[in-house]
């Protein structure tokens, strides 16, 4: 039997559906993610929650956060996992506390924060767009943008205890050019359909916009803040 035209296209039309629907519920759940966020933030500055710091405050967030992680990752298939995404969400928000005190100290702390949010925001656009329409394969640069990330890891762990400012503002800018390049490979594995779960999609776009945000204020801190 021959196949209709109907037939041929059926399975390839079927799986585009999919992966609309996965690449549409993982933005919906990215922008709910960021209310949890702000929350924790807020909570975070409001009630000025001390935060651990140091090497061991580093050890500490990186256990509670990959803890988080694997939580998400196993619950990924039920309602469970979205639960695990919003708290792991909030927790990241108490996180931005040291930040957002430090940055609320400058005269202007608010406009850099708004700065970093907008900047971000036009980064994720730019970077999500490309990805949609680009024709570019650009699952090639997974392992390098891995490598990268444990070079910024290991330089981040370096600075805590150099505390060197020209350090702070190299790693902020290899974080903010990886992570953008971490939204195009992000958001092109769920259209090509390599990502089919839209919990751990909107996990991966997160940590990339989260980075993103906190680079950008660290700069504009470092950069333009005002003790006036």
Known sequence: MIPTMQQSYQPAIDSQAVRHRVLRNTYWLLALSMIPTVIGAAVGVSMQLPMPAGFMGFMVFMAVAFGFIYAIQKTKDSAA??????????????????????????????????????????????????????????????????????????????NIFLGMSALSIVISVMAIGIFSAFILYDVQRIINGGETNYITATLSIYLDVYNIFTSLLSLLGLGGGSRD
């Open 81 to 158: 996992g979205v639960a695990f995404l919003l708290g792991f969400t909030f927790f990241m928000g108490l996180m931005l506390t040291p930040l957002l005190r430090h940055t609320l100290g400058y005269s202007n702390g608010g406009s850099l924060i708004m700065t970093a949010f907008g900047g971000t925001a036009c980064i994720f656009a730019v970077m999500a767009s490309v990805a949609t329409v680009s024709k570019r394969d650009f699952s090639m640069m997974g392992k390098w943008l891995f490598a990268g990330v444990i070079v910024l890891i290991l330089a981040s762990v370096a």
